[in-house]
């Protein structure tokens, strides 16, 4: 009887995470802290993508972009460390405005449908067309580091759009992973300085 009360209850369990996505919604949740990895950025953006579109769906450009400055500027659950979150106009005449960026007020207004990062891939071009879909890896300064501004470092960015007052945006946002791997680890270094030294003595004492 008790094992059938435990196979009822995580078979409730397991059919209101189905039907109805989680158990509380806790399990959902994935901040900009969060970002550490392409999944949860999806993720994120996602959230960040339904946040936006249930607030500013019938807002102006301009009521739109107070929310944006106001929910998603400030550090803390949209904002932390290299995570950020920027909007672009993705269709229409002002294709590849950008309407808002957490982190670079003064790019804001700015078309970027032609910029191109250090590879001289058209960045915003790639992130929409792969809309929804899947990630770009890209050139872009991170605001952490000092001295990229240039040439940028290397990121990968992934997006989505929505609608806002009759105009398509796409919420974009991004993480920094480190791409130089030592070739050696210290522990692999010091067993093998050990090898070649166990090596070396016994050539030493070896004699044909």
């Known amino acids: 009887m008790h094992r059938i ?3 009822r209850t995580l078979s409730c369990a397991l059919g209101t995470v189905i039907l109805g996505g989680t158990v509380n919604g806790a399990f959902a949740q994935v901040t900009a802290a ?13 959230h960040a993508r339904a946040e936006a579109e249930t607030s500013v769906a019938r807002a102006t450009e301009q009521e ?12 803390g659950r949209w904002r932390y460390g290299a995570v950020y979150l920027a909007v672009n106009i993705s269709a229409g005449p002002d294709r590849g405005r950008l309407l808002f960026h957490a982190t670079r007020p ?20 790639e992130i929409i067309a792969r809309a929804g879909r899947d990630f770009v890896e890209y050139y872009f300064d991170d605001p952490t580091v000092s001295g990229d501004e240039e040439d940028g470092s290397f990121k990968v960015g992934y997006g989505e759009e929505f609608v806002a007052g009759g105009r398509t945006l796409l919420i974009t946002s991004g993480f920094y992973p480190q791409r130089e791997v030592p070739i050696a680890p210290p522990l692999a270094q010091l067993l093998l300085a050990i090898l070649l030294a166990g090596g070396g003595a016994y050539l030493i004492r070896w004699k044909p």
């Open 5 to 7: 009360a435990v196979s």
């Open 64 to 75: 739109a972009y107070v929310f944006f400055d106001r929910e998603f500027r400030p550090r």
């Open 34 to 46: 969060d970002v550490v990895d392409r999944s949860s950025l999806r993720t994120f953006v996602r």
């Open 106 to 125: 003064d790019l804001e207004g700015r078309n970027m449908w032609n910029f191109r990062d250090r590879n001289g891939l058209l960045v915003l071009q």
